[in-house]
């Protein structure tokens, strides 16, 4: 497939499809917000604040974006400020179309009391409430009013306000210095919220930041004070975090919404998507799907309309709303915006990485913001571990250290099924269980199954065991080594093996790989951490043609639709096609990672090499 083909599966364009769902982000009053967060990101755009959306500005969207499906949320700013009698309006004007599909007002909750309930109830009784909350008290530190003071007392009342009346929010979590190495504390606390249902961590990637926010007037308000005073250090702001850091804060959070049961109450994010991703679901969220920057647009009060908020403005403004602006002006404007072909060329990247099933390509403005401060790498990188991690935690929750490996890699095979493990399972470890005959036939290039074919989607094999009288005959010779030692010496259940075919070049070369089927999740954390220290240790000694991969993976049975966590064993080319150096070298690459097996063992329960984070 031609790459523009595929970055279109990663980032679909608005005119791809004319039923496409968009979202759209009201900025009902700008940037003015009645109380004034060091970290704010809106009020950095500097843009004019004061006025407020419209009726008739909102009464346009139908039109504007062709009868799509809209989800629209209330945001600023604070929307809140725009008063109780022009919510009210809005609020009447949006229920009464039936193209919004979902409505939700993101607040920091500082105004909230029970008029504000009743005029919600009154007016859009399903309106979805978000709240602006940065954890615990430590970790609020940077939401403060003008004066300086502390924002979590007053967002606490509304919580508990939420909780009298029977309503639930969702909590939007910035994370920053103050809550890393907490993530159990923190979660915790939130949880305790009755009204609290679920729990979005964003970060703050702030470290290219070093201007303060403009501000109107001759006297310097407390709370800029307290944000110069973050700005005056090396590294970036006092709040900004890196995105190892970030990727370490939510994995232990993602471990302790699993270990603790908080799943069952509390949806998570980025976990959930992330977990979807890794079990082939699809999501709605931007950053793990292909519904990103031109699906998402930003109304402001002086009729500025562009793209995601969290684009850099003026640049990610397409167009000025009017009664006589439609979908071609806004189509066109995408296709001209330079912003977001630079956003969009951004995932060139992704074309070739092994990961852009799961991942999506993750969020175009901060890789945009990443890229600029030479950190593209870092926040591709994080990614990954995310991923790798929240796998790692699917396999086995009551083994979470595996979390912290950064040798075992999620690499998903497209097909990779079983007509039956439990019964394959039941059989492998019972001598005595009735065993079938099998059909074996060898190709001109070696490959042994039912077909006698080359090439894995041509093959079809047996599942055999080692108490199966035809089990050394159906071992291709390459890879029997590796599987005596794995079957025989830490007796592990292999599910698939390859010894490796070097093809005649109308197809693709098959690489040397093991699967390996752990019992239960115990036996899969001893396992994942033992190769792991194998893997670590030959990995000097190998032929520069091959390197190993330890790879998570999903089997699926065919019987009960369940997929079981797996790890499979690759020795891989190093260069990008298996060719004739990475086949010359790999008895030796094999040879090299006996050995290391041979070193090491899952019985004795060691950790992996990976140093686990500091606290």
């Given at each position: 497939m031609h790459p523009t083909e595929l970055i279109g599966h990663l980032y679909r364009s608005l005119d791809a499809s004319d039923e496409d769902a968009v979202s759209v982000i009201l900025k009902v009053r700008g940037e003015t917000c009645d109380i004034d967060c060091l970290h704010c990101y809106e009020k950095r755009k500097e843009g004019p604040g004061g006025a407020r959306i419209s009726d008739d500005q909102v009464q346009l969207l139908p039109n504007l974006f062709a009868g799509r499906p809209l989800a629209i949320e209330l945001h600023g700013g604070e929307p809140l400020t725009a008063g109780k009698d022009h919510i009210a309006q809005l609020l009447r004007t949006l229920a009464g179309m039936p193209q919004v599909k979902r409505l939700s007002l993101q607040t920091n909750g500082v105004q909230l009391d029970a008029e504000w309930l009743d005029l919600f109830d009154a007016h859009y009784p399903g309106l979805e409430l978000g709240i602006s909350l940065d954890g615990d008290p430590e970790g609020n530190r940077w939401r403060v009013g003008y004066d300086g003071d502390p924002t979590y007392p007053r967002v606490v009342r509304a919580l508990e306000l939420l909780a009298e009346r029977g309503r639930t929010c969702g909590i939007i979590t910035t994370v920053t210095p103050a809550v890393l190495g907490r993530p159990a504390e923190v979660l915790d606390h939130l949880a305790a919220f009755t009204a609290v249902t679920s729990v979005s961590v964003v970060p703050c990637f702030d470290t290219a930041v070093t201007r303060p926010t403009t501000y109107t007037g001759s006297r310097r308000p407390p709370s800029r004070a307290l944000q110069q005073a973050a700005l005056d250090r090396p590294g970036g702001p006092a709040w900004a975090i890196t995105p190892d850091q970030y990727t370490d804060f939510v994995l232990g959070l993602t471990q302790h919404w699993i270990t603790t049961g908080l799943f069952r109450r509390l949806k998570l994010s980025p976990a959930v998507p992330t977990i979807r991703r890794l079990r082939g679901l699809g999501v709605s969220f931007c950053h793990f799907s292909d519904m990103k920057c031109d699906h998402v647009f930003t109304l402001y009060p002086d009729g500025r309309l562009g793209s995601c908020d969290e684009l850099p403005w003026p640049q990610a403004q397409l167009t000025h709303l009017t009664p006589t602006t439609g979908p071609a002006d806004i189509t066109t404007a995408q296709r001209d915006s330079n912003l977001l072909r630079q956003g969009k060329g951004l995932m060139t990247a992704c074309v070739t990485c092994d990961y852009r099933s799961t991942c999506g390509g993750g969020c175009i403005a901060t890789r945009w913001r990443m890229n600029l401060a030479g950190q593209h790498d870092a926040y591709c990188d994080h990614r990954i571990r995310l991923i790798d991690g929240t796998a790692a935690l699917l396999a086995d929750p009551a083994h979470p250290d595996g979390a912290w490996c950064r040798t075992a890699r999620w690499r998903p095979t497209p097909v990779n099924r079983m007509r039956d493990v439990h019964a394959?399972?039941?059989?492998?470890?019972?001598?005595?269980?009735?065993?079938?005959?099998?059909?074996?036939?060898t190709s001109a290039f070696g490959n042994i199954n039912t077909t006698g074919l080359?090439?894995?989607?041509?093959?079809?094999?047996?599942?055999?065991?080692?108490?199966?009288p035809q089990w050394n005959d159906a071992i291709e010779p390459g890879i029997k080594p590796l599987v005596d030692h794995l079957t025989g010496r830490w007796h592990l259940v292999t599910y698939d093996s390859c010894e490796g075919h070097h093809y005649d070049g109308?197809?693709?070369?098959?690489?040397?790989e093991v699967g390996l089927l752990p019992r239960d999740g115990a036996e899969y954390a001893a396992t994942a951490a033992a190769l792991c220290r194998a893997a670590t240790r030959c990995a000097p000694a190998l032929p520069p043609a091959v390197r190993l991969l330890v790879a998570r993976n999903n089997l699926t049975c065919e019987t009960t639709g369940r997929t079981h966590p797996v790890l499979d064993l690759r020795l891989l080319p190093t260069s990008e096609m298996p060719g004739a150096a990475y086949f010359a070298a790999l008895d030796d690459a094999t040879a090299q990672l006996l050995a290391a097996?041979?070193?090491?063992?899952?019985?004795?329960?060691?950790?992996?090499?990976?140093?686990l984070p500091v606290a």
């Open positions: 394959f399972l039941a059989t492998w470890d019972d001598p005595q269980a009735a065993r079938h005959l099998a059909q074996l036939v080359p090439g894995p989607t041509a093959q079809s094999a047996d599942d055999l065991d080692p108490a199966h109308t197809r693709r070369s098959q690489t040397r097996l041979d070193a090491e063992t899952p019985v004795d329960q060691r950790p992996c090499a990976c140093p």
